[in-house]
């Protein structure tokens, strides 16, 4: 275990990490699945610790979701991984190129693996990247959030139990030892966190010419279309932006509807709250804020809203306040009549805040969307096949759900990442296994060699041949 290293010290223990993993020589197969089934045995092993853990680093944070986000869906992924890496890992053979020759494409590690994850959810953006990494025989070195410091250093302490450092490394630190590791001459990097600090990775990553998977975020829509049911879409939507308080990079962060929907989704937006979130204050199923400069920032993007002229709505529940700085906890709000002038629509919001927007058809959604940078994720709600279709063909984002919010990221078979501003590279399954392998092209000649005898001077009783080839 490294858990709070100098600047200086980061780089000999990545050195040692890369030789350590060169002299040992690829992992087989049953190491592989070992190391995969050594993380989930600790996150199942743990799994209550490192819940309270979260909670204590929120101000308060619900045992259920953490229960349901951070342990049982990461431990998913580490087995999915850990059932097919037998499979993933086998060269490809490909047909003969020439008589008697033979191409393969091997998958081979990339060699150690920098991780640099956030704080919203701690457990699965360490360990969810750590299922490809581990599957495709690298080692790896996590630089856990320090906006979560009960997590981190309980994550430091339970990975020396179960790992080698050799095998899986922690660091711990502040800002700054977290600039000086995304500096390191890793031989890969995974960056979660927000579009302004990963330009700063990859800035430092290119100084070592190192290969980033970026994931980020940005604002993710939501358009509901004119045949869409407005209460359903309403329920769905803020179902995700009412779970972690909406601090999730795949959060809707803005829906847009059709004229004269307004009142129909705030209607439909208390009668979830009323079923969901009766109380809040005091409801151990909603999480707080993260932080008060994140509290702070919340609450200023309102304030800008409502001084710019937007209507906006609270759903906290009738005898309760909007929000609470000793709890951090801020109810969901919708924000409404908002224009592109407002915070709240030019960044990207990371709580339970929604605005929401009219647009007169879905030709102008489409081309506000497109006007923006793109999203991890876009979401869309209709039941016609040609809306459903008109709207994958003519937007791009990481991902696209259908008349639902944030169900793909659970589906191992699917890639996970970004596009353009939210993100560079996806991984989840054997997305992630190939997002850290290296395919290796392998050629055996023939004993002849004659696939390469055309390069062997003289030329000229070959150039006739040639263009003869060349002709037909």
Known sequence: MHPHPQTEDLRSILKAMQQRHIAAGPADGALRRDRLLRAARLLREHRNELAHAMSADFGHRSIYQSLAADIATTLGMLNYAAQHVQEWMQAETLPAPA?????????????VVGIISPWNFPINLAFGPLAGVL?????????????????????????????????????LGDASIGAAFSGLPFDHLIFTGSTTVGRHVMRAAAENLVPVTLELGGKSPVLVSADADIGLAT?????????????????PDYMIVPPGQQAGLE??????MAEAYPSLQSNPDYTSI??????????????????KGARIVSLAPSDEAAHDPVSRKIAPHLVFDVTDDMK???????????????????????????????PLAAYYFGDTQEGQAHFASRTTSGALVINDIMSHVSIETLPF???????????????????????????????????????RAPYASKLAALESALSA
């Open 135 to 171: 599957a495709a025989g690298n080692a790896a070195l996590l630089k856990p959030s320090e906006l979560t410091p009960h997590t981190s250093e309980l994550l430091a302490e339970l990975i020396a139990r179960y790992f080698d450092p050799m095998e899986l490394g922690v660091v």
């Open 267 to 272: 209607q439909a937006a208390r009668a979830l």
């Open 235 to 251: 329920a769905r939507t803020l179902t995700v932006k009412t779970f972690n308080a909406g601090q999730i990079c795949l959060a």
């Open 99 to 111: 008589p008697g020759m033979t191409a393969r494409i091997e998958r081979q590690p990339l060699g």
């Open 290 to 307: 993260i932080t008060q400069k994140h509290y702070e920032r919340l609450l200023g993007l309102l304030e800008d809203a409502a001084q």
């Open 344 to 374: 709240i629509m030019q960044e990207e919001i990371f709580g339970p805040l929604l605005p929401v927007m009219v647009c007169a058809s879905a030709e102008e959604a489409v081309a506000y969307i497109n006007a923006h940078p793109r």
């Open 417 to 455: 990442g970004g596009v353009g501003a939210s993100g560079i590279g996806a991984y989840h399954g054997i997305h992630g296994f190939m997002r850290f392998t290296h395919n290796k092209a392998v050629v055996l000649q023939s004993p002849d060699g004659a696939s390469n005898l055309r390069l």
